[in-house]
């Protein structure tokens, strides 16, 4: 009288579960205050493979293949299918293993998901010292696919071939002229120096006095500016004077002139298009926001990127950085990837 509600029982158990209890003696169901023993001659088993699995039969072995893939699985697959062409270009490229550099990658969908989930994996295993993501990639090399129906088009060049290429630009020269050493505010008596086009400076200060110093004295000389800030774009005009130049601020709140801290592909692409259309100064004053919303490894390769976009167009990029909220060994990699430090 309990068959239908054994037999519907059972079906909801897990199968070892009760092929072991069957097999021990003691495999037991409780219906309607009653205890019922299930006995081997009770129940019969039969195995199905779940959906997309294959058996294989081979001597002394059943293999099991599984050919479900997860969106894991799936953009590490799209990932290896990127590094193989980098690969093919290095090749192209004749480059030595240990040689590093340049990439641009344009492409979207699966593919543009995949880059940014592997970007670290590509990076290390390709030898990039930077790899960006842009609208159109340009390089030494560049070569296009359709891969996952979408379009996939990668450039490369070499390291060094980037800072061979910057073009002198005589408007930044001429700002070439005395920058103080030592802000106002702090009382000491100036000194001069001169900033180059091409190159990358990171000023150690705990305020961005300093680095808004030459900035300024930059921007007097008649070139464009570009100031990403933390300090809110109206005070911070007011208060070193830098009026005439491009402002955003870097904020979570959102807004006009606003940038994330964590959109670093943002960044990216505001500055490298500044330099291309205007080949100015950029101050980034935020680096540590930058590396308490991001990691480190990330930040660095954005400031690789931005170093080497200042070199090819003749630009100058400064970055105001307090090293005492970065630890010896961060300090260590950051001033390995300026050209000189202030």
């Not at 079906?11 to 009653?34: D, H, M």
């Not at 953009?75 to 090749?91: A, P």
């Amino acid at each position: 009288q309990w068959s239908g509600k054994i037999a519907m029982m059972l079906r909801a158990r897990p199968a070892a579960e009760v092929i072991s209890g069957i097999k021990k003696g003691s495999y037991t169901l409780g219906i309607e205050g009653q205890t019922i023993k299930i006995e081997e001659d009770m129940v019969s088993f039969s195995y199905t493979l779940p959906r997309n699995v294959a058996q294989i039969d081979v001597k002394s072995a059943t293999l099991y293949v599984d050919f479900n893939m997860d969106r894991k699985l799936e953009l590490e697959s799209l990932s290896r299918e990127v590094m193989r062409r980098i690969q093919k270009m290095r090749k192209d490229l004749g480059l030595n293993v240990d040689e590093f550099v340049i990439a641009q990658i344009s492409t979207s969908g699966s593919l543009l998901e995949a880059i940014i989930e592997w970007n670290s994996t590509i990076a290390s295993e390709c030898r990039i010292r930077s790899l960006n993501i842009v609208d159109r990639a340009e390089g030494e090399i560049r070569e296009a696919w359709r891969i996952d129906q979408n379009e996939l088009v990668i450039a490369l060049s070499r390291e060094n071939a980037i800072r061979k290429e910057a073009p002198e630009h005589p408007e930044i020269e001429a700002a070439q002229a005395a920058v103080p050493e030592e802000t106002a505010n702090d009382g000491a008596e100036e000194e001069t120096m001169e900033i180059e086009t091409g190159e990358t400076y990171a000023i150690f200060e705990d305020r961005a006095d300093k680095a808004m110093a030459i900035f300024r004295s930059v921007l007097e000389g008649g070139v464009p500016g570009f100031l990403l800030t933390r300090e809110y774009p109206d005070k911070i005009k007011k208060k070193y004077g830098v009026a005439d130049c491009t402002v955003k601020w870097l904020t979570g709140v959102g807004g006009e002139n606003t940038v994330k801290p964590n959109d670093l592909e943002t960044i990216s692409l505001q500055v490298n298009s500044f330099f291309s259309k205007e080949a100015g100064v950029a101050l980034i004053d935020g680096i540590e926001y930058l590396i308490s919303n991001n990691s480190f490894s990330t930040v660095v390769r954005l400031l690789q990127y931005l170093r080497d976009a200042a070199a090819k167009t003749g630009s100058i990029l400064l970055l105001s950085v307090n090293p005492q909220s970065m630890n010896e060994k961060d300090l260590t990699v950051l001033q390995k990837e300026v050209d000189r430090i202030i």
